[in-house]
């Protein structure tokens, strides 16, 4: 088979994975981040190929020259990167992005940008919500470890008689026990580690060396040629195409953020499948996808694609709704073309001139150019300024209810209960008298609770805040010692809970379970209960679904009216804003999820008024009393830096 000709399809493969990636980073496509696992099964099956036929050449690895190929291919491009993109935000980032971009350029530098995103604490997931510039470089810190290891095994192995053996059995064993961890390491909550680790992605990359190393490509060529030209052809493109078919609905249907079965088994099975599909347009066989792959666009954004990866996320961050006036197509097609104008100019200025040694010839010359850029790299740490990020400050006396709530009613005297037929107004328990309280939630409620506690105390009640970021009290099992051991051991008058999204990453029938457990146990202490929906969400970032908890909540109310109360904060956040009355003080972060301080002040004094009509022992205070307190100003509100600016 000729490299060139093998090559060809694997280009157009290589321009189709990159491509799946920014309609995912441009929220167009929900499973395009699955294009990282492409790239990485092509990696994995042309650096195999590589070394094996070094292997079987020279009966060694030449680690220096390997080396010097690989980071001549990808580290100038990746260098300018990183010099360029600090001052880059810095001129048209945000404080936060700003700062982002300060503290990853050098984990990003030394190879390791997905374990500074997994010891930062980053969510992958939280891409739209919290977007930082760098956050995509946890890929080509896996791939780039890889490149660092890989032919050390290979050297290592290739003295052995039965090398190629030897390494197939390793290629064996490590994607079993990277698949494991994968599993082991899951948590719904926190999904980062199992999703960014070398170690739990490690199997996608082998499983493109292991459909190398067993000669795929070679015996399809063989079974070609060997007379049975037309039934391969035949066979190659059902199982082609199925393949196509699998891993284009895949990419059409999966959500990473929610999808549990990714960690448990479906990124292995996609990686599979991409391996074996590479493995077979490998094979010159003239197949249709083989033709299709092939074609000049294709092939062209194939050659870009790295220039393409590296530039196409900050350029997103930079072209945004609010800078650009654009929005829909406009936009996309704006940030597309001006990210692909940006890999061009890569691939012709920088990419191109080096790998042809037109630029730095020598590996001399090459080592004194990369050190010199690693100098520029961390120098812009400290010479690109920081920018003003301080959280804005708000009037506490301009601290009001929004005249759409004030406008709203609630009816207090007469409790009707939902019929089948008719409501039947019955008469309205009695009130209750409250002077403890106990606020619970997810990192919204976390937020939240600095203001209602001081609002509440300032209304003569004593409240403390019991939750956890990231969850919500499902399954209860797990959380009980975070949510309901507050409860039993201050036995509060009334414990609020802010409903969480996070319960619903579990199946209705644990919300189920939870929900019924939960109630239990705070009814039984003879505290009343109230669930408060949580604040609109920035819906082109982040989905925020509570709808059947809160189905259970408003029917549980309906039923103990005297224990069991709703209070659904819509009618006071009305749709979602980042400044709910334009008066250039953010209320929301822009994470499009959290509050900033004014938002929590805003929505405690509501909460609080709200509580006195259902509630005696509550006697709301102006919020000059209280909304001024230290509280405003807690790290959290900056956290990241600028993002209440």
Excluded at 385 to 398: C, E, G, K, M, Y
């Amino acid at each position: 088979m000729a490299a060139g000709d093998r090559h060809l399809p694997l280009d157009g493969l290589r321009g189709v994975a990159v491509v799946g990636v920014l309609l995912f980073h441009d929220d167009r496509l929900r499973g395009g981040f699955l294009g990282v696992d492409l790239f990485f099964a092509l990696s994995g099956f042309l650096i195999t190929g590589l070394l094996m036929q070094e292997v079987q050449a020279t009966s060694t690895v030449g680690l220096l020259r390997f080396w010097e190929r690989r980071y001549r291919r990808l580290l100038p491009a990746f260098i300018v990167l990183l010099v360029l993109v600090p001052p880059l935000m810095y001129w048209w980032g945000t404080p936060a992005q700003l700062t982002a971009a300060r503290e990853a350029v050098l984990p990003a530098l030394a190879q390791v940008a997905n374990w500074h995103e997994i010891f930062q604490g980053g969510d992958y997931w939280a891409l739209f919500a919290d977007p930082t510039p760098l956050t995509h470089l946890w890929s080509l810190g896996v791939e780039q470890q890889f490149y660092l290891v890989w032919p050390v095994v290979f050297l290592l192995v290739s003295h052995l008689r039965r090398w190629r053996a030897a390494m197939t059995t390793l290629c064996v064993a490590v994607i079993a026990a990277s698949a494991t961890l994968m599993w082991l390491l899951y948590d719904p909550s926190n999904p980062n580690r199992a999703y960014e680790g070398t170690d739990t992605r490690a199997s996608s990359i082998v499983l493109g060396g292991l459909v190398a190393l067993i000669g795929l490509p070679t015996i399809v060529w063989e079974r070609h040629r060997g007379g049975s030209a037309a039934v391969t052809r035949a066979v190659l493109e059902v199982v082609q195409w199925g393949l196509v078919g699998g891993i284009a609905w895949a990419w059409w249907s999966t959500d990473g953020a929610s999808s549990v079965g990714l960690a448990r088994g479906g990124l292995l099975a996609h990686s599979a499948a991409s391996a074996l599909l590479i493995a077979t347009l490998a094979a010159p066989v003239p197949t249709s996808l083989r033709r299709l792959l092939a074609v000049g666009p294709l092939r062209a954004a194939g050659a870009v694609s790295y220039g393409w990866y590296l530039w196409h996320w900050p350029i997103y961050l930079v072209l945004t709704e609010q800078r650009t006036g654009w929005e829909g197509l406009a936009l996309s097609v704006t940030r597309w073309t001006a990210s692909l104008a940006a890999a061009v100019a890569s691939y012709y200025l920088v990419e191109m001139p080096i790998r042809a040694r037109r630029w730095c010839p020598t590996p001399r010359a090459l080592v004194a150019t990369l050190a010199a850029g690693a100098v520029l790299v961390a120098a812009g740490t400290v010479l690109v300024p920081r920018r003003s990020a301080a959280p804005a400050a708000f009037d506490a006396a301009s601290v009001t209810v929004p005249q759409a709530a004030v406008d709203i009613v609630d009816t207090v005297g007469v409790t009707t209960v939902p019929s089948a037929t008719t409501a039947v107004p019955t008469t309205a328990p009695p009130r209750r008298e409250v002077r403890t309280a106990l606020w619970s939630g997810d990192s919204i409620g976390k937020d939240e609770s600095l203001g209602v506690i001081a609002a509440l105390a300032a209304a003569g009640v004593t409240a403390s805040y019991a939750g956890y970021p990231g969850t919500g009290f499902t399954p209860l099992p797990k959380r009980w010692p975070v949510y309901v051991e507050p409860v039993l051991k201050t036995e509060p008058d009334l414990v609020l809970y802010q409903l969480s999204a996070w319960d619903s990453v579990q199946t209705p029938e644990a919300q189920q379970a939870a929900f019924s457990e939960y109630t239990e146990a705070v009814l039984g202490t003879g505290a009343a209960l109230v669930f408060v929906t949580p604040p609109p969400v920035d819906s082109t970032k982040v989905q925020n679904e509570v709808s059947f908890m809160l189905g259970l909540a408003r029917q549980l109310a309906a039923d103990r009216p005297a224990d069991v109360f709703l209070i659904e904060a819509g009618e006071f956040w009305g749709p979602f804003a980042y400044d709910i009355d334009d008066d250039g003080v953010p209320d929301r972060r822009q994470d499009g999820v959290h509050l900033c301080a004014q938002g929590v002040a805003r929505f405690a004094n509501w909460l609080v008024i709200e509580l006195a009509e259902r509630f005696d022992g509550i006697e709301p205070a102006p919020p000059a009393e209280w909304a001024n307190g230290p509280w405003v100003t807690d790290p959290r509100f900056n956290s990241p830096e600028g993002t209440c600016s």
